[in-house]
């Protein structure tokens, strides 16, 4: 099976794009989708899941869910982790009857992808997410007002970032006092290992998304970094159903990252590959910037080689993207905009479709 184009998509009457919109970038194969009104730890029903349906008209599959997220009770390792664990068994058995095969999570305590600007001015008259590095350093409740303010204003909601969670930020913060590093290991490993049965039974391969910055921050513990903690990550828990979501732009936002290098180590357990360009600054700041090689410090053009050398069957997606021509606050999600992804998408197939070329190969949707 050749590699996939996916598109994410935050569903009808929660995306201002539209799957008609959508459908005509060319190459588009899947929506990678979501229910977002889910909370942390909750059932997806089958009648809920499918409403999905919406997307065959459209020929786009439903094969990558992103994300399922995992409750705090989880990450922390509280007895009641195991009946949130039933519950994501549950929703897993669900998905699969729906021929999902693949399942986006993070195992980043508390906050998800973290940002001090959701629109910094690119230079060129677009914007992009921006990551000032003195912003994000002790005030954890200044950050995550920032966001919610702007989820308030906009009536929008992040996944992630749910009002309901970030209201009980100092509880939280309490509850993961214990939480180190070995420890956030050692409950991963254990949540691992109790899905890994339910992988095998239902066909779907569980794929971590790297930490968004790939370091800690407010004094949390984050796990998947580098290239030696995705080893440790993949050996810890040795199944082929055991997989990555291998985001470029996350783990390259440390420059020491090079996302090329861990494409060819372990291209046989990466479900799904999320492809970003960022622009590194001096003082340690970094933007999001354009797919094009040259506008970023990721090496889009290496990765994107390094996929199709190892011979990629998975998922591919743009991740984030600058906001363009009328894309801004109020009319747009973050990083999540119609245009710049649709870019992305060109410019990625462009690469790919010469290097199949060049391999005498056809190419193919
Ligand atoms: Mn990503």
Known sequence: MPMQMGFRWYGEGNDKI?????????????????????????????????????????????????????????????PTRD?????YKTTMRNLSKFGVKVICYNFMPIFDWTRSNLFHPVGDGSTALFY???????????MAKYILDFTEKYNMSFPGWEPERMAKLDQLFKDYAGVDHEKLWANLKYFLEALMPTCEETGIK???????????????????????????????????????????????????????????KHCDRIAFAHIRNVKHFPNGDFSEASHRDCDGDTGI????????????????????GRHLWDEG????????????RALGIMYMLGVWDMLDKLEGKKTTV
């Open 18 to 78: 539209k799957l008609s919109d959508i459908k005509q970038i060319p190459g588009v194969t899947s929506i990678v989708w979501a229910l977002h009104h889910k909370m942390p730890g909750e059932v997806w029903e089958v009648e809920e899941i499918a409403v999905q349906k919406q997307l065959e008209p459209y020929g786009f599959n439903m094969d990558v869910v992103e994300s399922v997220n995992v409750h705090d009770d989880i990450k922390i390792g509280k």
């Open 83 to 87: 009946m949130y664990i039933e519950n």
């Open 206 to 264: 569980m794929a971590i998304h790297m930490d968004d910055p790939p370091w800690d921050i407010f004094g949390l513990p984050r796990l998947l970094t580098n290239g030696e903690n995705i080893d440790r990550f993949l050996k810890m828990v040795d199944n082929p159903y055991n997989c990555l979501t291998l985001c470029s732009g996350s783990l390259n936002a440390d420059p020491n990252n090079n996302v090329a290098d861990i494409v060819r």
């Open 132 to 142: 000032e590095k003195n912003m994000i350093q002790d005030d954890y409740n200044a």
């Open 329 to 340: 606050p109020g009319n747009v999600r973050p990083g999540y905009g119609l245009y710049d």
């Open 301 to 320: 053009l290496d990765i994107l080689k390094a996929y199709h050398d190892c011979g990629f069957e998975g998922y591919i997606r743009p991740d984030h």
